[in-house]
Nanobody, 124 residues
């Protein structure tokens, strides 16, 4: 397992932008596929985006395509989620997660390491 710490959340107006970061520690963290999930109050956890270990493959939920971009810097053991054109419905706690799956996956149970999360609030 790897240890994950998210940062970069906050309060932003609709149409604004935020960049989330997820710092990973662990000797093999750069070999993991990384994902972002979110959970709004009273709702189930939702897949947002994922990226393979070499950045060759990415995957997004339809609702964020064209607005969010996932990227990683393996030299810094950090994964990013650039969020543009934010909407109130993007409000949630965002968690990063790591999986040994070779390809980006939307299946939360395949991720075996999770961060504590960072709150994103988008006001209308």
């Amino acid at each position: 397992q790897v240890q994950l710490v998210e940062s970069g959340g906050g309060l932003v107006q609709a149409g604004g932008s935020l960049r989330l970061s997820c710092a990973a520690s662990g000797r093999t963290s750069s070999s993991y596929t990384m994902g972002w999930f979110r959970q709004a109050p009273g709702k189930q956890r939702e897949f947002v985006a994922a990226i393979s270990w070499n950045s060759g493959n990415t995957r997004y939920v339809d609702s964020v395509k064209g607005r969010f971009t996932i990227s990683r810097d393996n030299a810094k053991n950090t994964v990013y989620l650039q969020m543009n054109s934010l909407k109130p419905e993007d409000t949630a706690v965002y968690h990063c997660a790591a999986t040994r799956s070779r390809n980006p996956t939307i299946v939360a149970s395949l991720y075996d390491s999770w961060g504590q999360g960072t709150q994103v609030t988008v006001s209308s």
